[in-house]
């Protein structure tokens, strides 16, 4: 049985096989927010010849059922068929390679007081000969040297002996230890003959469930060498860490979403080395930060009771891995260290994010929060943190909104509604004709619509305020952009989705704050973080109800505070010091269990909130 494709492209099929299954296994890709269930809409494929069986159409419209649309997820050849794949439905993963810059970074690390200190150091050794004299076996001459070098204690792995004759001798006894510094004793990681102190570099990786970034570091002076991004391929078995951790427990998944991760970032690794012709053997350390599931992933780590009640990782501080272990090709001595996690939902991303952020050697209160797939907040100060976790939803990424769409080429990022004509303005990210709209657009066209009347408190379309709102398949819509055969709207059932999402956020907020005892007014700062704050609208998140109205002075935007950390931690062992003690000291609250959370929700599932005194600038706003 043949699926083709426009391109040519023959591919093979089954009546028991769902066509986004068949060209996952060619390599094809197709959006799949909810990992194939058929609840999301996003694999849309065209039907131009053949006969299938489709098992649900019911996130089509008429109008695309009628041009042969339906969901690759959800249908099955029944013979020879013919798909054409829109614009729209491709996944697109390939990375990208840019220049960075590391004055920042640099500046950064200076602040903290930190020096220039890697996990690992290296050191040359010139051997004395042996004689008969002196004929100590190669280990314990190697120990003695190092112990004349203030090393008291060193650890040599047994996998290093094999080779350790030929290697003390191939360069007339110079050898160069990389040796990687603990709390109770040192440990050699690698052994290699000749001089081989410089050059030393180190990888830093942030593992978003969205996103990934590949730091290349020179340790030699902390400066940036390069850096990789690109989409974490493991959207290809869903958008959100419920999704995947389903994917891995219920279809024998982890070892799929293992490799995906794994080979995301040695491709990367590929890349930097043949365009700085860096040696793998000069590798010296490698750091990763990621929410707890994405670290289980990594690691290859059962995530399985994460989403189960009492919300049990497996692990939240990991022993030290090895490159070697883990599929990294690098050296396979190379130490890997993960960032410690705190719970379930707050992971060694928010551990690396506050140690960016400097929140834990602040006097003044602060807060910090990084909003994706999932909102994390940490409350506090050099004297105690305390976070949670509320679960937002992936609507911000675009998953479960009609035409959403990541912050992406074609994007919608950015929306204004004109007061005299109600017509929107909209910003497209690329300059291109848009193919949807992502989570700043949302927050924009919502809060816009809700000071220009067109849509209520409760998130409910007025059809007489506007002739942009019309009936749709879900209901009422408001047509957000319509030109060239094509039309992006947002639907009432989006907008629930919006408004829920920026109410579990608020009232994340709040219990934090009641919990401890303070109130809004206290805060001295808010760190914004992650990809979706660097578009974020600080007055439209406010109208909107999703961040709490104070002064917008108090509001600072940290970028990746992810990969921020992981890098200082690659520099500096002080650095990781002071995560592991973050993670230590953080306390974590299960808003999922707490009744004044839920109390709080409902509160806020009005725009702004059901407390408009709380919103004063709102109030005014709306009195215009």
Known sequence: ????????????????????????????????????????????????????????????????????????????????????????????????????????????????????????????????????NDNISDLERLKRELFSKGLGCLRVPFRFLTDLAKTVRKKDWEVTLCIIHTEDCNEITNIFPDNKKTPRYGIAVDIGTTTLVVYLIDLADGSLVDIASTYNSQIRFGDDVITRIVYATEHNGLKNLNKAVITDINIFLSLLKKTHHVDFDSIDQFVIAGNTTMTHLFLGLDPSAIREEPYIPTANSFPLAFAGELGLKINPNTPVYAFPCVASYVGGDIVSGVLAARLHKKQELSLFM????????????????????????????????????????????????????????????????????????????????????????????????????????????????????????????????????????????????????????????????????????????????????????????????????????AISRKMREEAEEIARKMTYLELSVSRSFMDEYVSALFIPHTNIDAFSSVKKLMKK
């Open 1 to 132: 049985m043949k699926i083709s494709l426009p391109s040519g492209k023959i591919i093979s099929g089954s009546p028991d096989t769902s066509i986004l299954e068949s060209l996952k296994n060619e390599g094809i890709y197709l959006t799949s927010s909810c990992g194939g269930k058929g609840t999301c809409g996003k694999c849309k494929i065209i039907i131009r010849s053949g006969s299938v069986n489709t098992r649900s159409a019911i996130k089509l419209t008429q109008e695309e059922i009628k041009k042969g649309y339906t969901l690759a997820c959800q249908t099955f050849p029944e013979g020879d068929v013919l798909i054409e794949i829109p614009k729209e439905s491709m996944l697109t993963l390939e990375g990208r390679i840019a220049t960075g810059k590391s004055k920042d970074l640099q500046a950064l690390l200076r602040s903290t007081g930190a020096g220039i200190e890697p996990l690992t150091e290296r050191i040359v050794l010139q051997l004395p000969h042996p004689s008969l």
């Open 370 to 569: 990084d909003i994706g797939t999932n909102g994390e907040i940490v409350l506090g100060n050099s004297e105690w943190l305390v976070a949670a976790a509320c679960s937002a939803g992936p609507c911000f990424e675009g998953s479960g909104i009609k035409h959403g769409m990541r912050a992406t080429e074609g994007a919608i990022e950015d929306v204004r509604i004109n007061r005299e004509t109600l017509e929107p303005e909209i910003k497209i990210i690329g300059d291109t004709a848009p193919m949807g709209i992502c989570g700043s657009g949302m927050i924009d066209v919502v809060a816009e619509m809700f000071l220009t009347g067109i849509l209520n408190q409760k998130g409910k379309l007025q059809q007489e305020v506007s002739k942009r709102i019309r009936e749709g398949e879900d209901g009422l819509e408001f047509v957000v952009y319509s030109q060239d055969d094509r039309d992006i709207v947002l639907t009432e059932p989006d907008i629930e989705n919006i408004i829920r999402a920026k109410a579990a956020i608020y009232a994340g907020f709040s219990i934090l704050l009641k919990e401890v005892g303070y109130t809004f007014d206290d805060i001295h700062k808010v760190y914004i973080a992650g990809g979706f704050g660097k578009f974020l609208d600080i007055e439209k998140a406010v109208i909107l109800g999703m961040l709490p109205d104070i002064s917008r002075e108090k509001f600072e935007y940290m970028g990746n505070t992810s990969i921020t950390g992981a890098y200082l931690c």
